[in-house]
T-cell receptor, first 111, second 111 residues
């Protein structure tokens, strides 16, 4: 089945230790998104790639970076995680501006 | 700034009941509206997408309506089942592929 895959599902890191979250898709969608969802809150868009074009949200902290080496993969890098970065990180894809399909998420814990 | 509100925040109903979840948004300049389901600790599952030119969409026991001029959408669930228990999120798509989410309605269907 075509799908959006996120690895790992659970990630524990230490305060200030860089961490990378991975997203891959078999849908061949041209747009990939990263959202942050804190407990009991709405998902919040961090950034997205429209093909190779990177689009950062104005309020996304500089601590968060992203890479998209090819159509299928997209990475979220958190350079120096703080306690406030503990959240569920959701990856999504779409064809142009159509329906978005989400992966299962990675739950990040910062100790 | 677009804001999305969902009412009620939580809902508990007996099995078999029909129910309506509400979503309102402050700016009618949207491209589409999408309803999602989220199970605890999981990612988002797309339920229905309504384009801005459409009034409603149906999938099985689900029916979503959109009144763009008044900034409202409803999700109607017929003959609710315990398996429908989850958090339901609505999101509006803005220019630039951005989805703005509501905080969700937590639904519990009691058997």
């Amino acid at each position: 089945d075509a799908m959006v895959i996120q690895n790992p599902r659970y990630q524990v890191t230490q305060f200030g230790k860089p961490v990378t979250l991975s997203c891959s898709q078999t849908l061949n969608h041209n747009v990939m998104y990263w959202y942050q969802q804190k407990s009991s809150q709405a998902p919040k868009l961090l950034f997205h790639y429209y093909d190779k074009d990177f689009n950062n949200e104005a309020d996304t902290p500089d601590n968060f970076q992203s890479r998209r080496p090819n159509t299928s993969f997209c990475f979220l890098d958190i350079r120096s995680p703080g306690l406030g970065d503990a959240a569920m990180y959701l990856c999504a894809t779409s064809v142009f501006s159509n329906e978005q399909f989400f992966g299962p998420g990675t739950r990040l814990t910062v100790l | 700034k677009q804001e999305v509100t969902q009412i009620p925040a939580a809902l508990s109903v007996p099995e078999g009941e029909n129910l309506v979840l509400n979503c309102s948004f402050t700016d009618s300049a949207i491209y589409n509206l999408q309803w999602f389901r989220q199970d605890p600790g999981k990612g988002l599952t797309s339920l229905l997408l309504i384009q801005s030119s459409q009034r409603e969409q149906t999938s099985g026991r689900l029916n979503a309506s959109l009144d763009k001029s008044s900034g409202r959408s409803t999700l109607y669930i017929a003959a609710s089942q315990p398996g429908d228990s989850a958090t339901y999120l609505c999101a509006v798509r803005l220019e630039g592929n951005k989805l703005v989410f509501g905080a969700g309605t937590i639904l519990r269907v009691k058997s």
